[in-house]
């Protein structure tokens, strides 16, 4: 179990990840969802209509990327935008410079007294 989760537990976040996204169509994003848009006679693509990828199910489509110009990508039904492959980690500014006050309230068994830094905590 993680000491972040236990009782008295202290979590201190130090990085940050935020996505923001919808349920919609876009592209996809990884490695195996490039395509090859089809050609005039010929009706290959290698994005198949209702195959699951990491982004989403698959319409079947092979479109342009805006991001990418002279890339193709399977169109995908899913949370969208999709997550690049590699993530973009933000360290939160000025985490290393801060100062954490703990209260304690330790009693000793079989021993009288104890050290209690909370006050009104008995």
């Known amino acids: 179990m993680c000491a972040a989760l236990l009782h008295g537990g202290v979590f201190i976040a130090t990085n940050i990840m935020r996505t ?6 876009c592209l996809g994003t990884y490695h195996d969802e490039y395509c090859l848009p089809t ?9 198949t209509d209702g195959f699951l ?3 989403g199910m ?3 489509n092979c479109n342009a990327s805006t991001a ?6 399977c169109e995908v ?8 492959e590699e993530d973009e980690v933000n360290p939160l500014g000025n985490v ?3 100062t954490l006050f703990l209260r304690t ?9 104890g050290c209690n830094t909370a006050p009104h905590q008995r």
């Open 105 to 113: 309230n330790v009693k000793f068994p079989g021993q009288e007294g």
């Open 53 to 55: 990828s990491r982004t």
């Open 20 to 25: 923001e996204q919808a349920r919609g169509r």
């Open 68 to 73: 990418a110009p002279g890339m193709h990508r």
């Open 58 to 60: 698959q319409t079947g």
């Open 39 to 47: 050609v005039p006679g010929k009706s290959v693509t290698n994005c």
């Open 96 to 98: 290393g410079n801060f």
């Open 77 to 84: 039904v899913g949370w969208c935008p999709g997550e690049a």
